[in-house]
Nanobody, 123 residues
Framework: QVQLVESGGGLVQPGGSLRLSCAASGRTFSVATMGWFRQAPGKEREFVATISWSGGRTSYADSVKGRFTISRDNAQNTLYLQMNTLKAEDTAVYYC????????????????WGQGTQVTVSS
């Protein structure tokens, strides 16, 4: 089992920045692809970004390309999402996700989810 705990969400004005963190525990030695997904009110959960175990492969949703950066620190078992130039449409609950299979998953989620952290972009 893998446990994921997100932090770093909050209220920010349009154009501002936030950095989300996700701390992994449990079978962290088996964790491969990790990523972020989000769910806005009344909408389905959607892909935001993923990163391979080595960090050498990343994928981003078109809506966040050039504004968001995903990274990970395997020594600290932590995943990050740097979010810049935030827009009102980025408002959502952001979920950390992890998979154990060694093949990079691209935009497909793995079986492990965090509890989510709220990001609200509003003036």
């Amino acid at each position: 089992q893998v446990q994921l705990v997100e932090s770093g969400g909050g209220l920010v004005q349009p154009g501002g920045s936030l950095r989300l963190s996700c701390a992994a525990s449990g079978r962290t030695f088996s964790v491969a692809t990790m990523g972020w997904f989000r769910q806005a009110p009344g909408k389905e959960r959607e892909f935001v970004a993923t990163i391979s175990w080595s960090g050498g492969r990343t994928s981003y949703a078109d809506s966040v390309k050039g504004r968001f950066t995903i990274s990970r620190d395997n020594a600290q078992n932590t995943l990050y999402l740097q979010m810049n130039t935030l827009k009102a449409e980025d408002t959502a609950v952001y979920y950390c996700n992890a998979g154990l299979d060694p093949i990079y998953r691209g935009n497909r989620p793995g079986p492990y989810w965090g509890q989510g952290t709220q990001v609200t972009v509003s003036s």
